[in-house]
């Protein structure tokens, strides 16, 4: 069975910084393409970043230069390292993969306020 655990999500002041942290089992995780997406109140769930097997990454516009999507093969965990938060950044953040279907973690919650 494939399952995704996230962990890292909180309260944390405009500029502030966290880090998310999603471990995954059932997969061969190192040949395998994670993501990140999030999902505010009322909005469709968009992409944040993603990285392949190889570690080239891809960031939405919105998070480039804040956001950085990283992997250890040995620990089958990705990471998002999530600096200079803004408000907007506020979301249900999710861990993707794909393993014949989409998998989906059970979501982060990360609220950027003062």
């Known amino acids: 069975q494939v399952r995704l655990v996230e962990s890292g999500g909180g309260l944390v002041q405009p500029g502030g910084s966290l880090k998310l942290s999603c471990t995954a089992s059932?997969?061969?995780?190192?040949?395998?393409?994670m993501g990140w997406y999030r999902q505010a109140p009322g909005k469709e769930r968009e992409l944040v970043a993603s990285i392949v097997s190889s570690g080239t990454t891809n960031y939405a516009d919105s998070v480039k230069g804040r956001f950085t999507v990283s992997r250890d093969n040995a620990k089958n965990t990705v990471y998002l390292q999530m600096n200079s938060l803004k408000p907007e950044d506020t979301a249900v953040y999710y861990c993707?993969?794909?393993?014949?279907?989409?998998?989906w973690g059970q979501g982060t919650q990360v609220t950027v306020s003062s």
């Open positions: 059932g997969i061969i995780f190192s040949i395998s393409m």
């Open positions: 993707w993969t794909r393993f014949s279907r989409d998998i």
